[in-house]
């Protein structure tokens, strides 16, 4: 008989099937003693475990047995720069002087090949230990330190999206480019790597102050030609920044109309921050279907402001959570979550444990405009998930025994959670982590 390749993952099943500020609770989904069918990577069903272990086809399955744990879609960091993960926690500084005194000089190193794989090969294991499985990444200025992401997500077939830096003024000689070198070095790296696995590509002039007007014409002109390309940047972070784009393009209306003027708005553009955004910001991000990448723990270390998730999501703006480590101080997006929690009530609002999941989950994906291939587990998707287990840390597993609804023991998961309680993280199936 021929060995079944199938996988049955039994465990308690969590997933969102819809938004649930639009759903309400309907858009959860749970499943006690529940299992996961995989069947060539992707999920075959989903159902009670005593259930599929009565069909004949699971019975051969290879079983997992997470029994006590909770098995949710792998999480979605909607940006983070993997460069900068040997600088991660550096002290005292806000925006454009840490970017002068500890991220320039840590991505300099990456001219060099083997520094570049080593670093990669270190920020996806803390992904995995984060129950992370799909990133939107920054690379470097250095094309090969696109490679090396690129290499390493693919040795384990995760889903990536990442791109060459384009940074041509206001920066360090080392780490300068000229537009037409990034314009060319940029497509070669979409001809490469764009839509191989699970792989694409984002144009990523870094900020407009370190690009000319030249190269952010030419990073137009990149995503206009390449259909299914992403772009990524950063906007209105600091108000130093905001101020110094204002000097350095007289012409504009406002930083993210900079953007807009060179064509890098779209349903496939992602920019992080958009904490000080103005109204026709909010409206322009809107039409153009633009995505905001929400980055709680960034922009509480750097002073930077409180992003309104709130306030983007009723502007019908289409939002994402984000680590962005080396600013941000974690890779964990529970954590994540629940600093966005922290911040969403100093803006006088909250966000539900529903809403928080959904945001780094299905929302993610969405966000990404994954939402066909990763999310949640509907039958036909990519089974990327994580297993978590409350128990691993002693103070969660009192808390999470001592409250009745899943919405609360949700709420106390995300607000306790570190990377102790990721038990396994899968890819297509494949465990790539376990503790
Ligand atoms: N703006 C331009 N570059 C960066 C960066 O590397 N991190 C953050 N947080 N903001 C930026
Ligand atoms: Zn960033």
């Not at 320039?104 to 990669?120: L, M, N, R, Y």
């Not at 529903?354 to 998707?381: D, M, V």
Request: with cysteine.
């Amino acid at each position: 008989m021929p060995v079944s390749k199938d996988k049955l993952i039994r465990g308690t099943i969590v997933h969102l099937t819809a938004d649930p500020s639009v759903a309400g609770a309907d858009a959860l989904e749970v499943v006690e003693d529940g299992a996961l069918l995989i069947r060539d990577g992707r999920i075959a069903a989903v159902d009670g475990a005593k259930t599929l272990l009565a069909k004949p086809d699971c019975q051969q399955a290879t079983q997992y047995d997470y029994r006590g744990c909770y098995i949710f879609p792998g999480f979605i960091d909607t940006h983070v720069h993997y460069p900068q993960v040997d600088m991660i926690a550096s002290y005292g500084a806000q925006l454009l002087e840490w970017l002068e005194r500890y991220t320039f000089p840590a991505e300099i190193k990456f001219s060099d090949p083997v520094h570049a794989a080593g670093v990669a090969d270190f920020a996806l294991s803390q992904l995995f230990r984060n129950g992370t499985t799909t990133a939107m990444m920054f690379a470097t200025v250095h094309p090969i330190s696109v490679d090396a992401i690129f290499e390493a997500a693919s040795r384990c077939n995760m889903r990536m999206i990442t791109g060459k830096v384009m940074m041509d003024r206001n920066c360090p000689e080392k780490l300068r480019d000229t537009a037409e070198q990034s314009y060319r070095d940029s497509q070669a790296l979409i001809d490469r790597w764009h839509g191989t696995q699970r792989l694409n590509y984002a144009i990523t002039p870094r900020f407009a102050p370190t690009s000319s007007e030249k190269q952010l014409e030419l990073a137009g002109r990149l995503y206009a030609d390449n259909p299914g390309v992403y772009v990524q940047s950063h906007v209105a972070e600091n108000q130093s920044e905001v101020k110094w784009v204002a000097e350095l393009y007289p012409w504009s209306r406002s930083y993210l109309d900079v953007y807009d003027h060179y064509g890098l708005l779209g349903d496939r553009a992602v920019y992080a921050h958009c904490i000080h955004l103005t109204s026709e910001d909010l409206i322009r991000m809107r039409e153009t279907q633009t995505v905001a990448a929400f980055c709680p723990t960034s922009n509480l270390f750097l002073g930077s402001g409180l992003f309104d998730l709130n306030v983007a999501r009723e502007s019908g703006v289409r939002t994402g959570m984000a680590t962005d480590v080396g600013g941000g101080t974690s890779f964990n997006m529970l954590e994540t979550a629940s600093e966005a929690y922290k911040v969403t009530q100093l803006n006088g609002n909250t966000v539900n444990a529903l809403q928080l999941l959904y945001e780094i989950t299905l929302g993610g994906a969405r966000a990404l405009s994954l939402q066909q291939h990763i999310g949640n587990f509907e039958t036909g998707k990519e089974a990327d998930f994580v297993v978590l287990d409350p128990q691993a840390s002693e103070l969660l597993g009192r808390r999470i025994e001592l409250v009745d609804t899943i919405e609360e023991k949700l709420f106390a998961l995300i607000m306790l959670a570190d990377d102790r309680l990721t038990r396994a993280t899968h890819l297509m199936g494949e465990r790539v982590y376990s503790s």
